[in-house]
């Protein structure tokens, strides 16, 4: 795994030993612990959202409680070079562990430091993408800092020598991890209100068509994302057409951009504790909210196109006052154009290792363009939705 060599690597001779045990799934290494860490810390970076991922997490702590972790796992040493990014945070941190990273060009290793059951995270880019987005993070969580949240909680930054760390606020949440929409959208307003603006549409769509335009040619990648992406990209064209004959202002507010379930964690109170703020940037109106229903019909209920759709307008309904329908939907498909722009870039610099859930996405994707653009050939996606909005 020569990814690893930005938290092992720093060009020095001078270096030492560690044993590492290493935890894999779905066929690749996704957690590297010191075999003397003492506690799973590594759980604080996997979403305990299914009863098959809890099951999980509650035989890893129970292995680590009963001290057999040497028994279970494969053992592998790593050079650790002096001055390098892991030997640093070791001085500070008793209890070390990392995930190494979702596959693909945003790929970071997230290393877990705990000291006095605290727990602080440090990402570490693999590649200039990850690098963008790594230090984003750190400048939104400071331009934050002036923002009033009331009781939702967002993570501040700890500095350790050169690197920057960011406190593991999820340790404070009381409740479960069922989130009430409520919560949400809540956090939501709060955002929305202390950053709206308004801006024209027309450069909203130029943005999207000039990345669309520089749009690399693909790497190797199998026959089926390939046709996937190339028929999204030219549904994206034909509704970045379609929109440009619209000449109005439209609402945006800075945004989360990936806010889900498996980055917030509720509090009794009905707040919420918000990670993961790597993607935030200004969006159209709407965006976090429409995320948050998409992500889980998509990502773990591998809902169809019709579901999807109708539960994102019954949230929007719910959560939304003086809005017209026709509002609604543009503010819905500006989603969708927004993520697919995002996303259909980075897809196609992926290589190896497609998760299945990315064609899920696509094929919603594809499917909603599809019905903006009114090229179904049947009439029960229009009927349903048209009930639904109306």
């Known amino acids: 795994m020569s990814f690893l060599n930005s ?70 040493k790593y050079d650790i070079d002096k001055g390098s990014v892991y030997d640093i945070l070791s001085e500070h941190f008793p209890h070390l562990s990392f995930f190494t990273g979702t596959p693909g060009v945003n790929r970071k290793i997230i290393i877990v430091g705990n000291k006095s059951n605290h727990n602080v995270f440090f990402k570490i880019a693999t590649s200039k993408e990850s690098e963008l987005l790594v230090r984003n993070e750190i400048e939104i969580l400071k331009k934050l800092k002036n923002y009033d949240f009331g009781s939702h909680k967002i993570p501040s930054i700890a500095k350790y020598s050169d690197l920057y760390g960011i406190t593991d606020v999820a340790m404070q949440k009381g409740g479960g991890r069922e989130v009430a929409l409520k919560a949400v959208n809540s956090f939501y307003e709060i955002l929305y209100t202390q950053s709206a603006d308004k801006v024209d549409l027309s450069n909203i ?19 089926r994302l390939v046709y996937d992406l190339e028929l999204n990209i030219k549904l994206q064209k034909r509704v970045l057409l379609l929109l440009s004959k619209k000449d109005i202002d439209i609402d945006v507010y800075f945004s989360h951009g990936d806010l889900t379930l498996w980055n917030v964690f ?35 209920k591998n809902s169809d196109f019709d579901t999807v759709y109708t539960e994102v307008f019954t949230c929007l309904q719910r959560h939304t006052v003086g809005e017209t329908k026709q509002s609604l939907k543009l503010y819905v498909c500006l989603y969708f154009l927004q993520q697919s722009n ?49």
């Open 7 to 76: 938290i092992f690597k720093n060009n020095n001779q001078d270096f030492y030993t560690v044993d590492f045990l290493e935890i894999k799934k779905q066929g690749r290494v996704f957690w590297c612990i010191d075999s003397n860490c003492a506690k799973p810390t590594f759980l604080a970076t996997y979403p305990r959202l299914t009863f098959k991922s809890k099951i999980f997490s509650l035989l890893i702590t129970i292995i680590w409680q009963l001290k057999l972790q040497r028994f279970f796992f494969n053992k592998k």
């Open 266 to 300: 509720p509090s009794p109170e009905d707040s919420l504790a918000v990670i993961d703020w790597e993607l935030g940037e200004i969006r159209s109106k709407y965006f976090d909210l429409i995320h948050f229903i998409v992500s889980q019909e998509i990502l773990i």
């Open 342 to 390: 995002y996303y259909s870039l980075r897809y196609k610099q992926q290589t190896g290792f497609i998760h299945e859930q990315v064609y899920w996405q696509l094929d919603i994707w594809n499917s909603y363009f599809e019905f903006f653009l009114g090229d179904f050939s049947v009439n029960k996606h229009h009927d349903i939705i048209e009930k639904v909005v109306r």
């Open 205 to 223: 769509l130029q943005e999207m068509r000039t990345s669309i335009d520089s749009h690399p040619n693909f790497k190797k990648q199998n026959d």
